[in-house]
């Protein structure tokens, strides 16, 4: 074995030795060498002395470098984590905690100051400080402080290059030393998953930004309720209430819109400059799990999967790793192993011996944009002018001069809008004292959400840990309040169930689809949705439960509202589809039918619109010929696939078409510009065609982020309109090259010959050489100077690009937006089977590799088997973990 790494060691270095000439051309060289690109490889096998430690910690790591750590004590055991994640993703994890606190300036300078300045806004850093002080346990605490005590082992023995090749570069830049590890630090990742994990909050800006366009029922036929009669929910038998959940809309909506439009524009690219770190948000991004009882499976035991759908980053957002006690007991519990993210102790979705858990989002809209009415330092409350709260935040930029920002708030939380004018001067405004400006006209937005409420999420990480059983497992999610998540369960004894966690509010008036008026408390939160009362099964009769970002429970029988905004069930649908496919014919799932089902790539929409494609009469022999590829094509979107490629393109088209083109400059992908009416035109959207009044209007959203983005949102609305062929939407103005539409039919054709152009110049004329593969492409970008650093430090750390199979809203969810191009913005994270009929036989798949540091063997190493859908052996005995083990390290006192 050790005769078969040479070569790609070798090759390994090679290349480094080339990157290294390239940089010293470039004027790097005599900062870097190829000892610099290596000095951060951390010592993997052999003996290190570790202060902190009771008793010695053996860290096993596989051919892959996922490292499985066996101690006596929970507190080494953590200690240890922590040593081992600083070894290999300390760049991360600096960077996640500048995040967290809003210090990114403190980093990488000046242009970091405004996403700085609305994350202070938030104030994460300090709920997260006040969760740790008054709500963790005691026990929680311990192991923060201890997992903080290995990173800080680490810290005290590397810097600059030795701790990753990032901070060589950085020192290009500025002198920054990374501070120690605090427990805070690890408790504040917890907001960044919160907030990536929203909800809904972009869709109520979103259908507030387009009342500059539409009218209210326009905008409704673009956000359709949820299908229940053909997208059956997550729980079919709630048994938690029978009544039916309603609230009326919130009543002076237009005016309320019509007085916060700016504001809400400039919050939208505000939110856009804020780091992902676990990718965009919003309905039509989501994760698959599905659980299958044994009665139904070829082991006679569970199999459970999961896969959840995040921003593709280099490294992966997820880290893998082996958690073990050398003898369990109730001071050492831990015996678990699975995913969990490099800054944060414990396993996040995994298995111990005992039981297996996934996550998905629930989605549950846990924020409200609330109008505030600002006078002269006060806010206006139920007819009373109150004081706002105010506070000072200090932002130190590396380079650059300090800053100072004013922070408002009231009742409601946060003033968000200030952010975006008091930084960039986006908008209308005007000081109302000395402290921070005012809005001079129309309403200022503040933010309520649940996790600016301080829980102890944490304390739900080492007891989902540690359950052993389904009551264990609804106990520990009861303390998991943000983000709100879909928790799948199985366990050894053959039982699977679901369960619903999360701080979920019960509002008063209103329903939280559009802003609500701040000054009117009718419209407070009243509490949260009781634990006992969120929805949960277990054992159903039907034999296997599916989540996968679809609505969690028909609400005509359930007493609380959870959201209207979910994701409309395609995956879901599909994948009880296939398992119903095995079960009625009489068979029993495998693990091998599971790796099938995960990387699935049917379209459903697909099917439903090509018949209409073609049924066109197309004359133009040219567009014809991209036309006849969808005669006998299975809606199987492969890498390979001509008739995918042009499906999609086909699609693309239409959405511009039909929809993209009416919708408000906020929405619409930036720099992409339309001549249309001006905003205040009260002209319908079918009567465009020849107004003299037209402007030129560019589009103001990040691709990634813009409309419409072809998610099964996009889907249901097509499908609502496909048996009206007279709909407004399939009017379109003429161009140069094409007459008006006025029909279905007509804006088809036009839809095949567009993308049959688009085709064209994209891949070339011979349509035998088309392929999905080629336009749906991955990139995997270091998250901080692999998109912002100087070009050959991009080059060192980024890798691709892949060219993949599957697409947005099919169960192998390699996602992207059909607003902004093809490439690929979101994937699937991570891929897991569990088989809880033998642990080892289990299966997982990270997206790159365990290691952060590039050009390490394990920095990409899984990315191709991930992008060919392949897995890895995932063991968990230990008598299998010595076995696969390629190096062995001893941690001593």
Known sequence: MPRAKKPRRRARLILIVVVMFLLAGLGYGAYWSVSTVRASFPQVSGELTVEGLSAPVTVERDGNGIPQ??????????????????????????????????????????????TDAFLRTMGWREVAQREYDEELSEETKRYLRAYTDGVNAYLAEHSGA????????????????????????????????????????????????????????EIEELYPPYPYDSHAPIVTEPGNGTETYSVPAAEGYEDAVDGVSTQLSSLSRTLGDIPSLLGPNGAGIGSNSWVISGDHTTTGQPLLANDPHLAPSLPSVWYQMGLHCNELSDACPYDVSGFTFAGMP????????SIAWGMTNLGADVTDLRLEQLDDGNYLRDGEWVPYDTRTEVIEVAGGETREITVRSTDNGPIISDREEELTNVGASAPVDAQAPDRGSGYAVSLSWTALTPSNTMDAVFSLNAATDFAEFRTAAQDFAVPSQNLIYADTAGNIGYQAPGAIPIRGEGNGRYPSPGWDSAYDWQGYIPQEALPYEYNPERGYIVTANQAV??????????????????????????????????????????????????????????????????????????????????YSQDADSPAAAYYNSVWRNLLQLAFGDKLPKE?????????????????PIEDLDGDARLINECGERDPDTAQPDGGDRWFLVVQNILDDPGSRWWHTPADADQPATDTRDELLRRAMRDARWEMTAELGKDIDTWSWGRMH????????????????????????????????????????????????????????????DDFDESLWINLTGASGHAYHDNYTDQTELWADGEYLPWVHSRQAVEESAGDTLTLSP
Not at 89 to 106: K, N, P, Q
Not at 346 to 353: P, S
Request: charged share 25%.
């Open 69 to 114: 750590l066996y101690a006596d004590t929970a507190e080494d055991l953590f200690l240890a984590q922590g040593y081992v994640q600083a070894q290999d993703r300390f760049w991360e994890m600096d960077v996640r905690r500048h995040v967290t606190a809003g210090e990114l300036s403190e980093m990488f300078g000046e242009g970091q100051v405004e």
């Open 162 to 217: 030795g701790l990753s090749v990032e901070y060589a570069a950085l020192g290009f830049e500025n002198d920054y030393a990374p501070e120690p590890w605090d427990p805070v630090d690890s408790v504040a990742w917890l907001k960044a998953m919160a907030w990536d994990l929203t909800g809904n909050m972009q869709d109520e800006i979103d259908r507030s930004l387009l009342a500059g366009r539409l009218s209210q029922k």
């Open 346 to 353: 414990g396993v996040v979705i995994g298995h111990n011996q």
């Open 553 to 634: 429970v028909d609400p005509s029988g359930y007493d609380y509202h959870l959201t209207e905004d979910w994701s409309y069930g395609t995956r879901s649908n599909r994948i009880e589809e296939l398992i119903q496919e095995t079960i009625a014919e009489g068979g029993n799932v495998s693990m091998t039918d599971m790796q099938e089902i995960q990387l699935d790539n049917h379209n459903e929409m697909a099917e439903v619109l090509t018949p209409y494609l073609l049924d066109v009469d197309i004359q133009d022999g040219y567009v014809r010929e991209a036309q006849d590829l969808l005669e006998g094509w299975d």
């Open 667 to 683: 929405v619409r992908v930036e720099g992409e510009c339309l001549m249309v009416p001006p905003a205040d035109d009260s002209q």
């Open 777 to 836: 492409t991955l990139m995997l970008n270091n998250q901080t100077l692999g998109t912002e650093g100087p070009g050959p430090v991009q080059w060192l750390l980024n890798r691709g690009p892949w060219e993949l199979s599957g697409g947005t809203d099919v169960v192998n969810a390699t996602g992207w937006n059909a607003a902004g191009g093809y490439d690929i913005t979101w994937v699937p994270s991570m891929r897991m089977i569990v088989s809880l």
